[in-house]
């Protein structure tokens, strides 16, 4: 086994045109109250990766531009669509409007498990919460339903850009990940035992 070669990486890579072109996974990431911007940008970056359908950042989370964002999203403000709402209860409300099931990535009272044999379908709006106090009670009480990540040690949370990743990943396969419209292949499939 050997690593793929950069230019075969860029190969693959689709260009900035093709990324904000492209058929995105009907998944928008709602974001907070989130208080680091090298949170936000760390959820940019994932963004791009899972091309999620785009990132709403709500209340007094930091959103571009800004040089902090830019240092681990890596380019990704320029291909993940989002937008900024400062009342977090008016963006869930619009999603809400547009079709999507909201889902608080949160430990709640009746959480389903994000291994759970079925969860909400697509098209969904994942909401994560402040570092320290998560998503909000206000908010969580309009959220449809909510998923938790397991954990099995001491602690019982992540940094919300480690399950910001989790979630979305876990999300965007069970909602089918393909090949994007541009016919080039991701970086890694699961059937290549990478996923």
């Not at 759970?116 to 379908?121: K, S």
């Amino acid at each position: 086994m050997q690593r793929l070669p950069h230019d075969e990486l860029l190969a693959r890579r689709l260009t900035v045109e093709e990324a904000l072109a492209v058929e995105r996974h009907p998944i928008i990431a709602v974001l907070e109250n989130v208080r680091s911007l090298y949170n936000v940008g760390s959820c940019f970056r994932t963004a791009d990766a899972m091309l999620l359908e785009r990132l709403v950042l709500t209340g007094y989370t930091p959103h571009p531009p800004r040089p902090e964002i830019d240092k681990t999203a890596l380019g990704a403000t320029s291909t993940v669509p989002w937008a900024y709402e400062r009342d977090t209860v008016a963006a869930i409300e619009g999603l809400r409007s547009e079709g999507y099931t909201i889902v608080a990535v949160e430990i709640a009272e009746g959480a389903l498990p994000l291994d759970a044999d079925v969860l909400p379908a697509t098209p969904v709006a994942l909401v994560f919460g402040n570092e320290l106090g998560g998503v909000s009670e206000g908010v969580l009480a309009l959220c449809d339903s909510a998923v938790a990540i397991p954990m099995y040690g001491v602690k019982h949370s992540l940094n919300i850009a480690v399950a910001f990743g989790i979630a979305a990943w876990e999300f965007v396969r069970r909602a089918g990940a393909s090949v994007p419209a541009s016919g080039r292949k991701p970086i890694v499939r699961p059937t290549d035992g990478g996923g």
